[in-house]
């Protein structure tokens, strides 16, 4: 008899052999059907995350996920949905955990252990840079990929900036003890990306030594030690290893290192090509030479916006208030559907970024960039709009910032663009939108316009 196929809702994956499983869910080798490209699929039971209260914690998951897009960190390609389950589609890193490099009391050689640590650093860099903070970074959480990189995965204990409290600080206690930094477990509230950077401290000492720094069986006893600082070197340790560890591993968060002072000292710098940080893709972009001759007008239609993905976009920080009935502070407007055509909406975003004294030039008929003409406070802010197609006679249209200052952008989506726009919206994201979700028995999740 033949086996039964397993197609995820939308017939663009198929589910195979069970690869892991967690406390709330299952991972599941998979394929995309079209390439037949390799796929994870996290698999969760919405009931039981209900029963357990994680919808929060699946939230933040999905919503910083979706922001972080780097060489170093495993990607969401999609959230599909039934009545019944949440389908995370990643990519698939099939390299194992780089906890398994140093199980059973193995190390690694110097030079493997700073290749890894500057891919972490990399990542994390980024992830701060986009304001949020991993707050679970142990090798269990590193993944190798076929070609021996790291990828950070399991972001289910991140934060975003929406969670800091009036201090500007998060208060949660999260994470893996052994590699929670002191502020963390002190209940006086902390800085994430600090904290992380004590958790990469922990995992380089791992990488070198083969056991932790900071280990007790009596937990009071591990947490004594994590704030006092209190660890001892193995004799194999190099002096300059020594010297870059102490400064991670230090009890008070303001006297720690920062990223950019780890990116700086020349143990880290060793090895790394001349221009070895992480910049966004297309973060800047040469205009065509006008004298090349026009560009080649596309003839495809633009990419389908699958309707989930519309449904958790359009609403606040890409959360999950449609599947779980949650409501959530609404975010800076930066994606809003239309009943115009793609050329139409390309052609008045050009207009309007002209208007504003932004440079323009278009990758294809329907994806734009877009570059300011003046310097901002971190260099000139630079964006891309690109419209989707999600169903007939209806567009997604997504503004994304390549570069430039956070403020700057959503300055230039609410006061800028969305006035300069008005006409050709329908929806914009975070408003009252007039189409109705609905969810066919146990089908996919659509839009009823």
């Known amino acids: 008899m033949e086996e039964q196929r397993h197609i995820l809702p939308g017939g ?25 490209e390799s796929v994870a699929i996290k698999v969760i039971n919405k009931d039981q995350i209900k029963d357990q209260a994680m919808v929060e914690q699946i939230q933040r998951e999905i919503s910083a996920t979706r922001l972080l897009r780097h060489p170093n960190i495993v990607e969401l390609r999609e959230v599909l949905a039934t009545k019944s389950k949440i389908f995370y589609v990643m990519e698939y890193v099939s390299g194992g955990e780089l906890f398994a490099k140093v199980s059973g009391g193995r190390r690694l050689k110097e ?46 204990f991140s934060a975003l900036p929406e969670q800091k409290r009036y201090d500007g600080l ?12 002191p502020e963390v477990l002190r209940k006086k509230g902390y800085d994430g990306a600090k904290a992380d950077i004590w958790s990469c401290g922990v995992v380089l000492y791992v ?31 190099s002096h300059e290893t020594r010297k870059l560890i102490s400064k991670i591993l230090m009890a008070d968060p303001e006297r720690r290192i920062s990223i950019q002072g780890i990116m ?25 030479d006008p004298t090349a001759g026009s560009l080649k007008k596309s003839t495809s239609s633009p990419a389908f916006f699958n309707a989930f993905e519309l449904i958790t ?124 979700v609905y969810s066919d028995g146990d089908g996919a999740v659509s839009v009823n316009s």
């Open 12 to 36: 663009k994956y198929e589910k195979g052999r069970l690869i892991g499983t967690g406390t709330f869910a299952k991972v599941y080798h998979g394929r995309e059907l079209s390439t037949g």
């Open 111 to 156: 030079d493997v252990a700073r290749k890894y640590f500057q891919q972490l650093i990399s990542a994390v860099d980024f992830c701060h840079s986009r304001g949020v903070s991993h707050r679970d970074i142990k090798p269990e959480n590193l993944l190798l990929d076929g070609n021996d990189d790291l990828k950070i995965t399991d972001f289910g």
């Open 170 to 181: 998060l208060h949660t206690q999260c994470g893996t003890p052994a590699y929670v930094a």
């Open 207 to 237: 990488l070198l030594a083969g056991f932790l720094p900071f280990h007790d069986e009596n937990l009071m006893n591990l947490y004594r030690k994590i704030f006092k600082s209190e660890y001892e070197f193995p004799p194999w340790f």
């Open 264 to 288: 700086r000292l020349s143990w880290y710098r060793k090895g790394l090509p001349r221009r070895n940080s992480f910049r966004l893709k297309n973060e800047k972009v040469s205009l065509p």
């Open 313 to 436: 976009s359009m609403s606040s920080g890409f959360d999950l208030s449609t599947l779980f009935e949650i409501k959530e502070k609404k975010k800076v407007a930066s994606i809003f559907t239309s009943k115009f055509s793609a050329p139409a909406i390309i052609e008045r975003i050009e207009a309007a970024a002209r208007d504003l004294r932004f440079r323009v030039w278009k990758e294809d008929d329907f994806k734009v960039r877009m570059e300011a003409a003046e310097e901002g406070r971190k260099g000139a802010l630079a964006v891309t709009a690109e419209v989707f197609e999600m169903a007939t006679e209806m567009t997604v249209v997504e503004f994304s910032k390549d570069s430039g200052d956070t403020l700057e952008y959503e300055k230039f989506c609410e006061e800028d663009v969305r006035p300069a726009l008005k006409d050709i919206v329908w929806t914009w994201q975070g408003d009252d939108c007039s189409s109705s």
